[in-house]
């Protein structure tokens, strides 16, 4: 559903806030659709979050950590979920992989905190048998 950009306020979004772990003094305001994910909202929003792996359920690099009673009014986590955010950097008991969380007006007001760093298996795994061969 990523339309590349946010939505108008014609189209009643749903407006929440991003902060970065490292510098929560700044959050940005995004404007969603429902339905979209978090990761979809954030580049739409022109908000730093990788998703290396297109919204397949194959990575970890779209951790994001919410409010308590936010998490909480979720659908539980797929077992792929959670064994993908045993790899993520800064794992809390309220993260969440940004391309499985979907939008709802429940969101409304909301702050989704990024963490400082992601883990990305792919390209790290490489990094580390270079290493490991010497390279």
Known sequence: ???????????????FKFVYSKDDKT???????????????AHNN?????GACAQSLACSTCHVVLEERIYDSLEPAVEEEE?????????????RLGCQVKVSKAMEGMTVRLPSATRNFYVDKTKIASIERGK
């Open 1 to 15: 559903m990523g339309l590349g950009h946010p939505p108008k306020p014609e189209e009643n979004p749903v407006r």
């Open 27 to 41: 959050p940005k305001e995004v404007l969603a659709r429902e339905g979209e994910t978090l990761l979809e909202v």
């Open 83 to 95: 064994d993908l955010l045993d790899l993520a950097y800064g794992l809390t008991l309220t993260s």
């Open 46 to 50: 022109e908000i730093e979050l990788e």
